[in-house]
């Protein structure tokens, strides 16, 4: 797995090692996507990088590849799920922007 410098206190990062429980629909070694557990739209799925980045803020350089592979995996899982003509991606970036959990991650709605 690729998971570097996971945050101890971080629900993601503990979605991640397995430590919480997630209704997964698709992993490999760089991405984790699962359904949120407070969904806002009939399909409601969070995408992450492993990779434990506060906000799209700090993303650095070298994350520009696994941020270009979550646009790609938000696409097949809205085909996947039914969604694939009419669906929305979004992220926050920051507390002002109401972020609430500290990972990054994108929310797939449809």
């Given at each position: 797995?690729?998971?570097?410098?996971?945050m101890?206190d971080?629900?993601?990062?503990?979605?991640v090692?397995?430590?919480?429980?997630s209704?997964?629909?698709?992993?490999?070694?760089?991405?984790l996507?699962?359904?949120?557990i407070?969904?806002?739209?009939?399909?409601h799925?969070?995408?992450?990088?492993k990779?434990?980045?506060?906000?799209?803020?700090?993303?650095?350089?070298e994350?520009?590849?696994?941020l270009?592979?979550?646009?790609i995996?938000a696409?097949?899982?809205?085909?996947?799920?039914g969604i694939?003509?009419a669906?929305?991606?979004?992220?926050?970036?920051?507390?002002?922007?109401?972020?609430?959990?500290?990972?990054?991650?994108?929310?797939?709605?449809?």
């Open positions: 797995m690729v998971y570097l410098k996971p101890e971080c629900v993601f990062c503990k979605i090692k397995g430590e919480l429980p209704k997964n629909e698709y992993e490999d070694n760089e991405i996507a699962f359904h949120d407070d969904p806002k739209a009939p399909v799925v969070l995408i992450i990088p990779k434990h980045v506060s906000k799209l803020a700090d993303a650095e350089p994350d520009v590849q696994v270009g592979k979550i646009q995996v696409r097949d899982l809205a085909r996947k799920l694939g003509e669906f929305k991606v979004k992220t926050l970036s920051g507390e002002g922007a109401g972020q609430v959990v500290f990972h990054m991650h994108y929310h797939l709605m449809g």
